[in-house]
């Protein structure tokens, strides 16, 4: 998702409330002044060749434990490699039709735009229930 809308910077106000580590996306630069004027942690332009291996850099290789997705029919297969093991993508927009299975791993679209959050080093016991070998 491009947190410079009016739907990521909400997300990113409520994820730093809640105390989460914020990566956010851009395309434009001043799209990338919004998001880090709303006080996402890293700031990556979903334009630019290179920019998952940033959002895995900056979640230790593990890639986010939750990106909010606003173009699935695009980005849908490209969140589902970046995502943490046991990561969660909530879709929040689509433009089109989509038939990607959440089953199904592979090489997917090279332009995703999201937001992920993930905790900033802490357990959270209470969501682990129910994901056997979760990383935190």
Do not use: F, W
């Amino acid at each position: 998702m491009a947190p410079a809308g009016s739907v990521g910077s909400s997300a990113i106000q409520l994820a730093k409330r809640a105390g989460l580590r914020v990566v956010g996306s851009a395309g434009t630069s001043k799209g990338l002044e919004l998001v880090r004027a709303e006080g996402a942690n890293h700031v990556v332009n979903h334009t630019e060749a290179g920019y998952m291996n940033e959002v895995r850099r900056v979640t230790g290789d593990k890639g986010p434990e939750l990106i909010l997705e606003m173009l699935a029919n695009v980005n849908l297969a490209a969140d589902m490699e970046l995502a943490a093991k046991c990561g969660r993508i909530v879709v929040i927009g689509n433009r089109g039709d989509h038939s990607k299975s959440p089953r199904c791993h592979d090489e997917g679209a090279r332009h995703s735009r999201h937001c992920a959050l993930e905790r900033d080093g802490r357990t959270d016991k209470a969501n682990n229930a129910g994901h056997p070998g979760r990383d935190h």
